[in-house]
């Protein structure tokens, strides 16, 4: 009844308490959350999914058989490190998530594509005559059909890349070993690589591993340079809200110290410190949490960042009633050491 009390002769201080931290945290969610989008953190990339392995084979029928064990793709293909440059061939249809800004290239039978033009007009085009459609490569002639516009992901220098069909590749490489390269929606299971190392060892196989990283996005987003940024929004976001918390005590100090002459111990006086601190972060957080979502359901074009949205909110709020709370704390025990209540 006392906070209840003081609430409604104060009215006005609480309305413009909640209306300002509501605000605060519906800024936070929507800068963090496109902090998240922008960099890539709430979905996995392409390096995060792809898993190359050097066979030391050059038999086609060895790596048909491994190709077919494996399930759940989004799309393979195979490389071959030549002396100066690296042929490369999709053993399936090429996933629309390579795509950089432009249609993926399809490469037909007697076709060659190239990643980097400077690289390779520099090492097979004559530059006294630089209209020649055609070139040849490994001791094949290949139409010259343009740039492929893909994103790779290959323990090579991704700038020598040829594409080519796979028929074609199978006749020009010339290296004893080949990159299978597997892409991925989703991370490998420990079960999906022990069978694919089985089917390795059923070949007759030698086979190295290049693995992705196993970070999770939690790690990718604080390890930023931009959760600098998230860092600066949350002290100050606590600095403020503590200051507030520390005023609506002052205000009632006189209160608290009719209380104690009363008798009430500290422990009570603290648990009406923290209900009044409680009170105000809650209504705060449910009317900025309410923004949030008005504006996520009926304005998409204001928010980038969707996936996870919920998990993605929780944890924002967590973190911020843990920071608040925590800084909200250590301001009010320094006025009540200070104050000797």
Not at 313 to 337: E, H, N, P, R
Request: contains cysteine; charged residues 20%; negative net charge.
């Amino acid at each position: 009844m006392l906070l209840l009390s003081y609430i409604k002769n104060h009215i006005l201080l609480h309305i413009a308490s909640f209306a300002m931290y509501s605000i605060l945290l519906f800024i936070m969610l929507l800068v963090i959350g496109e902090i998240i989008y922008d960099n890539g953190y709430d979905r996995l990339s392409i390096e995060d999914t792809t898993y190359t392995f050097r066979i030391y084979t050059d038999d086609r029928s060895k790596v048909d058989s491994i190709v077919q064990s494996i399930d759940d793709y989004s799309d393979i293909l195979v490389a071959s490190e030549e002396n100066d440059y690296v042929l490369v061939s999709f053993l399936t249809p090429i996933s629309e998530n390579r795509n950089i800004g432009m249609p993926i290239t399809v490469v037909n039978k007697n076709e060659i594509a190239y990643l980097s033009t400077v690289f390779f007009y520099d090492n097979f085009i004559d530059i006294n005559s630089p209209d020649v459609n055609s070139v040849v490569v490994g001791d094949k002639e290949f139409e010259v059909i343009g740039q492929q516009n893909i994103q790779l992901c290959l323990p090579v220098e991704i700038v020598e890349v040829l594409c080519l069909n796979m028929d074609d590749f199978w006749d020009v490489a010339r290296s004893d070993s080949i990159l299978l390269s597997i892409y991925k929606d989703e991370r490998m299971s420990d079960g999906e690589l022990d069978a694919l190392n089985k089917s390795f060892v059923d070949n007759g196989i030698t086979a190295v591993k290049y693995l992705p990283d196993r970070i999770s996005s939690a790690s990718k987003v604080m390890n930023s340079d931009e959760v600098r940024l998230i860092y600066i929004m949350a002290i100050l976001s606590c600095l403020c809200f503590a200051r507030l918390t520390l005023m609506l005590v002052v205000n009632r100090r006189e209160e608290y110290r009719i209380m104690r002459y009363c008798g009430a111990s500290k422990m009570i006086i603290a648990r009406y410190i923290l209900d009044h601190v409680m009170f105000v972060l809650t209504v705060s957080v449910l009317c900025g949490s309410v923004l949030y979502w008005v504006f996520a359901a009926f304005s998409k074009d204001l928010f980038s960042y969707g996936g996870s949205a919920f998990a993605f909110y929780l944890l924002v709020l967590a973190g911020y009633l843990a920071a608040v709370l925590v800084t909200s704390g250590l301001f009010i025990l320094a006025k009540a050491a200070k104050d000797g209540y």
